[in-house]
């Protein structure tokens, strides 16, 4: 009888915001009409819309992954799948990431699931590294945006594979500090689950954990993206270009765009490609490989799940290993 | 039973993001921020959200000597604590309803290109002769004039062609004159003019575009292109040509054209450019779609 009661109640009370939701949209357009504003301020909502709407599905589908791996994945699970050498661990980890299609913001929460379950962090820094970088999508993209020619594509899956494998490897040598933000590690203790419930019992309770997660997230995604819509809106890179020239200065300064502009890994190709003749292949591929792994909106969700030193660290690390890279292959390229 | 503010709140707020989603793609203002071929993609993100609001609903109302499931997971912010931290945490999620719901959006204009550099792009397009192999011409494999299965307006919807149409438009490009850029052979054909200047060089072109005017040019200069979009508009670059003509000082920036002109070769800082000597011209509404996409080929 409660039962039932309450199910009315939920049913009328979905009834009655969906009302309340509906009623505020038939004055959208009324509202906005009544003022008007800077140019510039509507093209930096567009903007900053057009990137939350691109990264809206994958941080969702992230969400989803990380409340079934809450659910389904057990801390004796990954003790027997994950290798207990290290670096057998790391090329694992670099491994799954290359198979697994992520994005630099889905990837984020799935990161934080993991560690919280008891992956290593130079595994799960691995797969935070390749996941992004290495996919079918961001191959067939990098493909056709360099005029149908598979030389950037492969480089950009080669080189940025070796570069994510030295940095998880060059990060759990230097770092010996829990890395996990302490709010978000005490949580996990109190989660405790019976993993014998129902298969029903057990999916609803991973939707909740994905619903959780994204209002833990979101924030963190807005305004990372808001800081990219402004960059993207204010900030003119023709000037950061005349800045100066040189293979290592234009390296840095794409490498700097990658990260300002926050532009998904599956589209930032065409973005390269289209400064492919002004720079050389270094440039490139510091923009390619640099932005998927690090960039404006995502040091915002790294920010939400490692403490801030740990991310200064990654940062420093991934710049400068990226950059170094980039440009030794360069030398050899030219031989 | 007990009533949770904090839940409704919660699920009220993915019931928005399910109807600005939603109210986007109905509108059609969703192709004002990201490729078509993408919005599948979106339909995940709106089932996703619908699920979410209907797991979170069912939070809403609680029976508190029966605590569930639900109740462990109530962290950081919990029923009625509401303090200074939480309250920013859900401003900041709030903010793109808000903003979405009362500023219309924008199409990207001049200034946008400005800021993505237009002379550097259009310098580097042009550069592409200079070191890329011959540019490669497919034999014609069908009839004369090139005809896609597709309906003509496909670029609303996707720019996906067969390979066979691809290396038919291609194919055709070469015997075309004047040569007229459609929404979707545009990029295409703009790369090929660019790699092969020479060849395509006293040619007839015909094309629309928003003008961009530069400083650096010459005063009857200015440059008529469009943006190319991959994934969203975040991403978009410009692509266009130079254009010459003696009213050019009288067209205002971001005023919508269509010329017809010869193309003919010319220097810009030293980078050999195709430029438009522009003969016939109109100043036009914006396009319905004024963005285009780069082609997909399908491979069979």
Known sequence: MLNKLRGAVIDFTGLFLFGLAMCLFSYKETIQLMF??????????????????????FVLLGVIISGLIQIFITEDHIKRWIPKNKYLAITMGCLLGAVFPGCECGIVPIIRRLLNKGVPIYAATGFMLTGPLINPLVIISTYIAFGNDLK????????????????????????????????????????????KASLLTKISGAMIHATDEFFYMVKYLILGILFAAFVQTYISYETLFSLGEGEAVATGLMMVLAY?????????????????????????????????????????????????????????????????VVLLFQGFYHR | MRFSFIHAFRAMILLLFVLLVGDLYYSGELFMLINPDYQNLNGL??????????????????????????????????????????????LIIVFPIFTGFILPFTTLDASTAANRGVMLSL???????????????PNATMDDNHQYDTPEDINLYSNMVTKDEYENALAQLVEQDPIIMTDQDYSIYYEAINKDMEN????????????????????NQVVIGRFLITHCIADASYIGFLAELNQAPQWSEDAWVAVTGVIKITEYEGVKLPMIQVEEWEVINEPDQPYLYPMHITIR
Not at chain 1, 36 to 57: D, G, R, V, W
Not at chain 1, 158 to 172: E, K, R, T, W
Not at chain 2, 55 to 65: A, C, K, M, P, Y
Request: net charge positive; proline share 3%; aromatic share 14%.
């Open chain 2, 123 to 137: 310098t580097s397009h042009a550069l592409s002769a200079q070191n890329a192999e011959p540019f490669y011409y």
């Open chain 1, 36 to 57: 008007q504003l800077p140019a510039s301020i509507y093209k930096m909502n567009t903007i900053f819309f057009s990137i939350l709407i691109e990264a809206f599905p």
């Open chain 1, 260 to 324: 300002l502009l926050s532009v998904c890994s599956e589209a930032d190709a065409f973005i390269a490609a289209s400064f492919s003749n002004l720079f050389p292949i270094s440039a490139l591929l510091g923009f390619l490989i640099y932005g998927p792994m690090i960039d404006l909106k995502n040091t915002l969700m790294l920010l939400s799940v490692f403490k801030t030193k740990f991310v200064a660290v990654f940062f420093v690390v991934v710049t400068v290993i990226v950059f170094s």
């Open chain 2, 200 to 219: 395509f060089s006293g040619k007839k072109i015909t094309l629309n575009g928003f003008v961009y005017k530069n400083p650096s040019l010459d005063y």
């Open chain 2, 45 to 90: 993100a709106v089932f996703i959200l619908i699920i979410l609001f209907l797991v979170q609903l069912q939070r809403v109302w609680f029976q508190s000597e029966v605590c569930g499931h639900a109740c462990e997971h109530d962290h950081a912010h919990d029923q009625g604590t509401f303090n200074i931290k939480t309250c920013l945490a859900y």
């Open chain 1, 152 to 195: 950037i594509a492969f480089l950009r899956m080669g080189l940025g594979f070796i570069i994510a494998l030295i940095i998880a490897i060059v990060m759990s040598l230097s770092i010996k500090m829990k890395p996990l933000r302490s709010s978000t590690h005490k949580k996990i203790k109190r989660d405790h689950h019976d993993f």
